[in-house]
C-alpha cells in the first residue's frame, strides 16, 4: 500500500476535480428532482381525474426499474430516439431525476396525506381556495415532517451518482478508479479516501437534518 503516491499532489487534485463534478451533478439532480416530486404528489394528492392515474403509472413504472438501466438507457438509447447527443454528465442527471423525482414524490404524498382532513376543512371554511389551502396550510407542514426521508434520499442520491462510472462520468469514484488502475498499490488508501470523503458529506447532510428537526420542532 502506497499512501505517499496515491496521496500525491496531482492525485488529490484529481479526485476533487471528480468531487465538484459529484457535486454538481447531486446539487441540480436534487433541486430538479424535487420540483418534479413535489408537483408530482400534489397533482396525485388532487386527484384530478385521469392525470393522477396517469401519475401513479408513471411512479409505480419508474421506481419499479433499476437506476442502472435508467442511466443505460438515457445515455445509449434516448439519444438515438430524439436524435440530440448528450455527455455523459447530462445522461446521468436526466436518469436520476427522472428516478428520485418519482421516489419523491411518493415521500411528499405521503407527507400531504398525513395532514388531518380537519385543518383543510378549517382552512376552506376560512375563505381560503384549494390551491391557497395547499401552498399555506398542508405543505408547509409536510415539508417539516417530511425532513428525515428527504435527508435520505437526497443522501442516497448523492452516493447513486457513482453509478455514473458505467457510462465513463468523470466523478469522483471515476477518478479514484483512474489513480488506482496506475499502481496496485494505490487500491487501497485510494479507496479509503472516496469512502471518508462520501461519508463526510452524507454525515455533514444526516447532521443538517437533525438540526432543522429540533428547529423546526419535527
Known sequence: M?????????????????????????VISIVFSFAIGLIIAVLR?????????LLFLWVELIRNLP?????FFTFFALPEIIRIDLSAEEAVILALVLFESALISEIIRG?????????LEAA??????????????VVPQALRRMIPPLVSQFISLLKD????????????MHNGQIIYNHDFGYVFPTLILVATIYFVINYSL?????????KLSV
Open 2 to 26: 502506497d499512501f505517499v503516491g496515491a496521496y500525491s499532489p496531482e492525485n488529490l487534485g484529481f479526485l476533487m476535480e471528480g468531487l465538484m463534478i459529484t457535486l454538481r451533478v447531486a
Open 45 to 53: 394528492y388532487a386527484r384530478i381525474p385521469v392525470l393522477s392515474q
Open 67 to 71: 437506476l442502472l438501466l435508467i442511466m
Open 111 to 119: 407527507g400531504l396525506a398525513s395532514i388531518p382532513k380537519g385543518q
Open 124 to 137: 376552506r371554511s376560512s375563505g381560503l381556495g384549494y390551491v391557497q389551502t395547499l401552498r399555506f396550510v
Open 161 to 172: 451518482t457513482s453509478l455514473g462510472i458505467i457510462v465513463a462520468l468523470d466523478d469522483l
Open 206 to 214: 444526516s447532521l443538517l437534518a437533525g438540526r432543522l428537526e429540533k
